[in-house]
């Protein structure tokens, strides 16, 4: 892992991104409810999510299941700016109320439907979506920019393959396959 990622990896306490009783189990290696039936990932899925989005303070991202906040603040501190849409509205106040007090002013935050990505601030260097559709959302696809990545997981509910999806100058995309993992389904309206 590259050392900024790493420093900051170590310092953000994931504890401050979930509720009681879930905070004292925040230091293991694992995924934690964060009300509604959805969860955090596992802080070491984040980091590499994060690692694979090859940020940097240029790009512009959109990121979709916004959910505790937690990735937020990874996308945030390695980017320009970050769109992020999550569905449930109660998720999307507490997400932002936790990154407000930690300073971030880089982040734009819109109550809706992922699948559709955010056209007016689009098209985006990078998109991080956690939460899994059946199928690559064309929108999504659309709003990525020439040169852009965009890492996402696809499939059923349960089961998934994490895809990193690339765009080359001309607007060609190809993807690549990096882990199976679980997510929560991407729930269209
Ligand atoms: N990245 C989050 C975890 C996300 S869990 C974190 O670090 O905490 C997945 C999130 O995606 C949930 O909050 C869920 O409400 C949201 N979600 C599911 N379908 C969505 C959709 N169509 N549009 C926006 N958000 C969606």
Known sequence: ??????????SLDRSFFVDEPYKVLSSLDRPLPIGHGQTISQPSLVAYM???L???????????????????AFLAEFSGKVYTVERIEELRRKARERLDFLGYRNIYYRVGDGT????????????????APKEIPSLLLEQLAPGGIMIIPV??????????VTKDKNGMASERKLLDVAFVALVRK
């Open 116 to 131: 559709l990505g955010w056209a007016e601030h689009a098209p985006f260097d990078r998109i991080m979506v956690t939460a």
């Open 155 to 164: 499939g059923p509910q349960g089961w998934q393959e994490l895809l990193k």
């Open 54 to 72: 090859e940020l940097n303070k240029t790009h512009t991202v959109l990121e979709i299941g916004t959910g505790s906040g937690y990735q937020t």
């Open 1 to 10: 892992m590259d050392e900024k990622l790493r420093q900051f990896f170590s």
């Open 50 to 52: 994060t690692e694979q």
